[in-house]
């Protein structure tokens, strides 16, 4: 790993680190682009990222001490949740949706598969205070937090807050999740000249370019755009995505596009979770009859068909997304406090 | 640090208190959780009311009808803006009057709700609760309107009498999207400060 990390200018600006990736802190890989995040307004260190690991991982922040972040974002589904989502009812907003997998939060300009949410450190009241997902009131978790030694010895340490506040909360887990960047799969070694594709996963490569690559572009794997891929509105559970943010008739059923970073690992599929194999997703790409309305210019502008033979070297082609160091990257597991 | 800011927050509050709101229903002043007469002959009660105020320089105050001590406004600017801009609304800060504690953020649609306003009418007997949260910053659904205060006011009047007749709690007692409906009450409470 030639990688060095980036520079952190430590709480008083005055200590600084170098960083590796096998440490958990934010990096910026080579050749990427410039990070969205506010890291001024909140510099990272190693104390604040094991606090915001702590937080991801504790029960204390749901309202019966039963759900962590970590429930439905894990670790080794590249921080998606596996399980089929169910629909929690018809008031449910956020849980008729699928949990996306957390990786390089850095660079998303927006968060949820509506791009509703702007601000990476505020995204964590979403789930706090959702009566289907934490259920918990932001004056409930404080008050727990501020009861609590080791988490009033480590705000204290970390933000010199006394009392623990909204802002130091949502600061803490913003440290964690900002620091979930996954650049060190088989398909960054290739591209770093540090090891090769193989035959079928180089065939792979060029129909993704072709195909894929203008919505879900390198090297975020997403352009973060809003786009409708024909996998059509679901049936069920009413979700017109996109709409719902800018309330404009055209923007029903788009939603934001998703990585392909880890995508072997962070089934089940699609906003809705619809889809559980990555094969069926690419069966449904595969067969421009399966489509249904809405469908974006992207897909439409060139026909696309792909035979059995090349949907399997694609498939090969995106499990060079996985990323082993960052599935098992011991920083970013349960904390032994 | 945080007691820092805490002063800055407070200190301007103490010193230059200049302007203090008078909110009022025709010539009594407004309570919450009192009954007050529409014209319509229904009455209307208000159990929650509070609202963003800003300045052009950037800062941002909350008032609270629960808190009359939220009616002195801390603002040596008189040009003063009734709401958020957009730069406030996405400003990614959540201390001080930002905390979304104070139960004005919209977590899922990032964004403020710059004016909340809860209660009842009473209609023959029956009672219609409502509940409206309103903000927007997005063009064409801004709710932000600049106020012109006459130089020297000390007390700013608010009559809120057109604002209740304004509301449509029988065919529309929720609203909690920002859009044309979220404005036009936004436009009918902009006008109390005239």
Known sequence: MKTWGFLFVACLGLISLMVLPEDGLFYRPEKWPKPLYNFDDNPLTLEGFNLGRALFYDPILSQDSTVSCASCHLQYTAFAHVDHPTSHGINSRIGKRNAPGLMNLAWYPTLHWDGGVLNLNGQAINPITHPDEMGETLEGVLKKLNRNRYYKTEFMKVFGADPIQTNHLLKALGQFTVSLVSSNSKYDSVLRKESNFNAQERRGYSLFIKHCNQCHTAPLFTNFEFKANGIGPNKQIIDSGRAMITGKASDAYLFRVPTLRNIEYSFPYMHDGRISKLKEVLAHYANSSNWQKPKSRELTQKKITLNVNEQKDLLSFLKTLSDKQFLFNQAFRFPRK | ?194
């Not at chain 2, 159990?47 to 320089?57: E, G, I, R």
């Open chain 2, 1 to 194: 640090m945080l007691r820092f800011f805490l002063f800055f927050f407070l200190f301007p509050s103490l010193a230059f208190s200049q302007m203090t709101l008078f909110p009022q229903v025709g010539l009594e002043r407004f309570e919450l959780h009192q009954l007050y007469s529409r014209p319509d002959g229904d009455s209307i009660r208000i159990d929650q009311f509070k609202w963003y105020m800003s300045t052009v320089l950037g800062e941002i105050y909350l008032v609270d009808a629960s808190d009359p001590t939220t009616y002195a406004l801390p603002f040596l600017s008189k040009e003063i803006q009734l709401g958020l801009d957009s730069t406030a609304n996405t400003a990614g800060r959540f201390d001080g009057a930002y905390d979304p504690l104070l139960g004005m953020y919209w977590a899922w649609n990032t964004g403020y709700i710059h004016l909340k306003l809860v209660g009842c009418l009473v209609q023959k007997g029956r009672q219609l609760p409502f509940e409206y949260h309103i903000g927007g910053y997005k063009a064409p659904f801004e709710t932000f309107v600049p106020i012109t205060i006459p130089e020297g006011t000390k007390n700013i009047t608010l009559q809120l009498e057109r604002l209740f007749t304004a509301l449509p709690i029988t065919t529309r007692p929720n609203i909690m999207l920002p859009g044309v409906a979220a404005q036009q009450i936004f436009h009918a409470f902009s006008t109390a400060f005239e």
